[in-house]
């Protein structure tokens, strides 16, 4: 099964506007909530299809394992945006946490869930940059076909579009439509 052949295609210029407007959000939502960690969660998907019926379930499939995580551990969480664009679906939450307890989480999440490492989890605290894996002394994210860091592949596009969808597409089948 190919979970790529519907969806509306995005290029650069739709998905850089889709960043800016992120940015935007995420200022919005640090006036409206001073002092809390804010998270900023998307699918990672190669190609010009970001979105469709197969990829929001998906995505709804790995968030309810993140939430599960975040209940897990008692962490109070707060979903205050969702957007389901032809961009993708993004989730935007606020933790009542500390950032690195938070940013742990995610990392876990990524590394550790089912479907964890298609999804790009950002943590973010008013007034500085994302929180890294290298400040918490975690190597970079992986590649999910060679295990080589993920940044490595994407630069050199050691990986074709198609070869990269084929894995999503299994994963879908392999766990949301079982």
Known sequence: MNIFQEGNPQDIAQVLAVKDYR?????KIFQ???????V??????????KNNQ????????GIKQLEKEWQDKNYNYRLVKALNIDAGCENFYILQE???????????????????RLFDADVLVKGRPAISRKELNYASRRCYLCDRPAKECARSRRHSVQKMQKYISSLYTKYVNK
């Open 32 to 38: 409206k909530y001073h002092d809390t960690t804010l």
């Open 98 to 116: 500390s950032s690195k307890k938070v940013k742990l989480s995610t990392i876990s999440f990524e590394e550790n869930s089912s479907v964890g």
């Open 54 to 61: 197969y990829l929001i379930e998906l995505f709804n499939y």
């Open 40 to 49: 900023d969660i998307n699918l990672n998907i190669p190609g010009p299809i």
């Open 23 to 27: 940015v935007a959000l995420q200022q």
